[in-house]
């Protein structure tokens, strides 16, 4: 996977496309350019670091409605929008979306370039707790049933006396697999386990 980020530009002026080409390509990053939500959408989208530079009003579908498309199919690319038709009621909008960013056109180069490096930076933590949250999962997937078991009983607060009651196990066997949990969960406390079970939760959810 390369390394070097990919900026996505989606608006419908061929000059705007061809003047952010040249301030991103100087910039150091890799961009293209799309005309359409449409456009942006059939596209395949490649594994790697980036973000989206979207337009307000575009043919078709709005840079809205992409935003919104984007998280129904789990997409997580940061947005930074970019229009010459803001209004208080978009911008809000957007935001509360969770756009990094709503600028308005023209932009300075260094506002535009903070933008973009802050949507990169989110673009980064995002992909670091996905990879946290991959791993978490191939090691969940580790555990007996029964350890899992014990997992939701600790995660829940409840004492190995009582695990032990609520299986009807002996509470010797409780303690072998919670620390069988905690080994192959690399957790060394409750606390450990559920910060890792709400991880595993939200992960679930997206």
């Given at each position: 996977?390369?390394?070097?980020?990919?900026?996505?530009?989606?608006?419908?002026?061929?000059?705007?496309?061809?003047?952010?080409?040249?301030?991103?390509?100087?910039?150091?990053?890799?961009?293209?350019?799309?005309?359409?939500?449409?456009?942006?959408?059939?596209?395949?989208?490649?594994?790697?670091?980036?973000?989206?530079?979207?337009?307000?009003?575009?043919?078709?579908?709005?840079?809205?409605?992409?935003?919104?498309?984007?998280?129904?199919?789990?997409?997580?690319?940061?947005?930074?929008?970019?229009?010459?038709?803001?209004?208080?009621?978009?911008?809000?909008?957007?935001?509360?979306?969770?756009?990094?960013?709503?600028?308005?056109?023209?932009?300075?180069?260094?506002?535009?370039?903070?933008?973009?490096?802050?949507?990169l930076a989110r673009d980064a933590v995002q992909r670091t707790a996905r990879e946290e949250a991959d791993r978490l999962r191939v090691r969940f997937a580790s555990l007996t049933q029964r350890q899992r078991e014990v997992f939701d009983r600790i995660?829940?607060?409840?004492?190995?006396?009582?695990?032990?009651?609520?299986?009807?196990?002996?509470?010797?066997?409780?303690?072998?697999?919670?620390?069988?949990?905690?080994?192959?969960?690399?957790?060394?406390?409750?606390?450990?386990?559920?910060?890792?079970?709400?991880?595993?939760?939200?992960?679930?959810?997206?």
């Amino acid at each position: 996977m390369s390394t070097t980020p990919l900026v996505h530009v989606v608006d419908d002026d061929p000059s705007m496309r061809a003047a952010l080409r040249r301030l991103l390509d100087a910039a150091g990053f890799e961009v293209r350019g799309y005309s359409s939500t449409g456009e942006f959408l059939l596209q395949p989208l490649p594994d790697r670091p980036g973000c989206l530079i979207l337009d307000m009003r575009l043919p078709g579908p709005s840079g809205l409605e992409l935003q919104t498309a984007l998280q129904q199919r789990n997409i997580m690319l940061p947005v930074v929008f970019l229009t010459g038709h803001a209004n208080v009621t978009a911008s809000v909008q957007a935001m509360k979306a969770g756009a990094v960013d709503f600028l308005t056109k023209p932009v300075k180069r260094e506002v535009l370039l903070d933008a973009v490096q802050r949507a990169l930076a989110r673009d980064a933590v995002q992909r670091t707790a996905r990879e946290e949250a991959d791993r978490l999962r191939v090691r969940f997937a580790s555990l007996t049933q029964r350890q899992r078991e014990v997992f939701d009983r600790i995660v829940a607060g409840k004492l190995n006396k009582q695990i032990a009651d609520e299986l009807s196990i002996a509470e010797r066997t409780v303690k072998r697999e919670r620390e069988q949990v905690m080994a192959k969960l690399d957790a060394s406390s409750a606390a450990d386990l559920g910060r890792l079970a709400e991880l595993l939760q939200r992960s679930a959810g997206k």
